[in-house]
């Protein structure tokens, strides 16, 4: 049950998907259309991003590969078994639990798995230290920054070393400076703890500098416009943000998306 | 600094000020005792009568006391169990309020003849006023948890009893606090309106039948006295438990840390 994540195994992402839907849709019970048709493969090791205008459906996707939400039609294929700690949620806010310390936050899947001793609360520990927030482990979320709750929001989605991460514009509400050392960070995190991580974004920006691959999406009812490769050098960092590929990439992202919102 | 004094100093200048001109309306309108006694000759019966009334403060006082456990205890069982159960919480929640908005005065007498044990009718009468915040605000709290954290829970598989104890719970604990502050007065008005009704309990007379009684004899100064001891248990009450709520809430619940070290 327990896998590790020593091998990064891009090579094998045709070969076996961890992530696969097929034509799905999903109408709420307002009658919205949220989804039509969605189709999408993603491989192990793949650092995807769901670009889209606001909502566009994203989010929902999201919430149906995490199984919070079944879809109206099609089919959501997972790999992995959802309730074991193989996959992870980053949600938009923090979502700690105020009266728990930062430690009790990130040792929470843990110990809804009954699992208690001093294994996971060294995962724990390591999983703060890995965020950059050794120290704070016994501080209660309201002592902390915006930025330092989604680290340990980040820390207790990566404890249980999921091969599935999924992230629902984590960053959204954070202040510019906070949010581009957050995305270093996260890169880090992926090169050091290589799960797949599906991204939910609006910017343009944050979706080329982070991801191998960017599915595009369309106003409502969403859908997948374009899968774009972003085949920029590994690892990024705060140069890849000034060379002239990066520009070049966002500007073609840029277009992309504004084809797909029907803007000429 | 300079804001506690003023929070301090100022009602007690009012409250000074306010006995100041009672004492000397009192004393130079010549209106008698029996009618409007002085704060002085309150004073004067307190001192007299302290130990007698202070007797009598600790039978309401136990009274009041054991209808807010039993109503920490069963209301908040009450709330658990209609966060359980959309259904009993819909069928059930509506007799709740019937109990509660009716009047305890008209109920009373009901209770104390089929409940015979004079301690217990009380209790019940008391338990009557005071349940409902509790059941009401706990209620609330156990079904306000984060909706995100819930989708959390479900994604990590937990099971119904965790996410009661450790999402439901520890969401509803300052809920329950509120609902217990309020409660806290309203035991003690539930005590003494029993006792109204109920007259004295047999051997052991409460301060309420004692303010009745010093009515009945035109023993305004007792009467008034008592009354201060009535007022002064109930600020106490609420002083106990906002302590409490405060120690139980202290690191982390946003009523206390905002205006708290930092």
Known sequence: MISSFSEPAVEVAEAAPILELINVSKRFGSGLEALAAVDLRVGRGEFLSLLGPSGCGKSTLLRIVAGLTPPSAGDCRLAIDR????????????????????????????????????????????????????????????????????????????????????????????????R?????????????????????????????????????????????????????????????????????????????LAQAMGTP | MNRVWLRVIAPLAVGALFLALWQAAARLSGVPVYILPAPSDIAGSLWVDGPSLLGSLLVTLRITLAALAAAAIIG????????????????????????????????????????????????????????FPIVSNTTVGLNSADRNLLALFKLYGASRGQVLWFLRVPTALPYFLAGLRISGGLALIGAVVAEFVAGTGGAETGLAYRILEAGYRLAIPRLFAALFLLSVTGIAIYLVLDFISRRVLRRWHESVTAEGEE
């Open chain 2, 76 to 131: 908040g069982l009450i709330a658990l169990v209609f966060s359980l159960s959309r259904v009993i919480e819909i069928s059930f929640f509506p007799y709740a309020v019937i109990l509660q908005v009716t009047p305890i005065v008209a109920i009373a007498p009901l209770i104390i003849i089929w409940v015979h044990t004079p301690f217990l009718a009380l209790l019940t009468c008391a338990w009557i006023v005071a349940f």
């Open chain 1, 180 to 256: 581009l050392q957050l995305n270093d960070d996260l890169l880090r995190l992926w090169e050091r703890y290589r799960p797949t991580i599906v991204f939910v974004t609006h910017s343009v920006f944050e979706s080329v500098y982070l991801s191998t691959r960017i599915a595009v999406m369309t106003a409502r009812p969403g859908r997948i416009a374009a899968d774009l490769t972003i085949d920029l050098a590994q690892p990024r960092s705060r140069a890849t943000r000034l060379s002239p590929d990066y520009a070049a990439m966002c500007e073609r992202v840029s277009a992309t």
């Open chain 1, 83 to 178: 309730a074991s700690g193989r996959l992870g949620f980053v949600f938009q806010d923090p979502t700690l639990m105020p009266w728990s310390t930062v430690i009790a936050n990130v040792l929470l899947p843990f110990r809804i798995a009954r699992r208690r001793g001093a294994e996971p609360r060294d995962k724990a520990a390591a999983a703060i230290r890995a965020v950059g927030l050794a120290g704070f482990e016994d501080s209660y979320p309201h002592q902390l920054s915006g930025g330092m709750r989604m680290r340990v929001s980040i820390a207790r989605a990566l404890v249980t070393e999921p091969d599935l991460l999924l992230l629902d514009e984590p960053f959204a509400a954070l202040d510019e400076i906070t």
